[in-house]
């Protein structure tokens, strides 16, 4: 748990960085780009599971 906290504030960090010297952000601008890259994450989380490996 502490490590997706920790992960999260870094994140925040990051984007609030690179929005400050307007850079583009090296992720998804929408929602929905964020929501695929989770889709994606779950989807090999449940293959693992099924699967055994």
């Known amino acids: 748990m502490l490590e997706t906290l ?5 994140g925040f960090l990051v984007g609030f ?3 400050f010297l307007k ?3 090296p992720a998804p601008a929408t ?5 695929g890259i989770v889709g994606i ?4 989380v449940a293959a ?3 699967l055994g490996r």
Request: zero cysteines.
């Open 23 to 25: 850079l583009p952000v």
């Open 17 to 19: 960085l690179f929005a």
């Open 48 to 50: 693992k599971v099924l």
């Open 6 to 10: 920790l992960a999260t504030i870094v």
């Open 41 to 44: 994450f779950l989807g090999f």
């Open 31 to 35: 929602l929905s780009g964020v929501m």
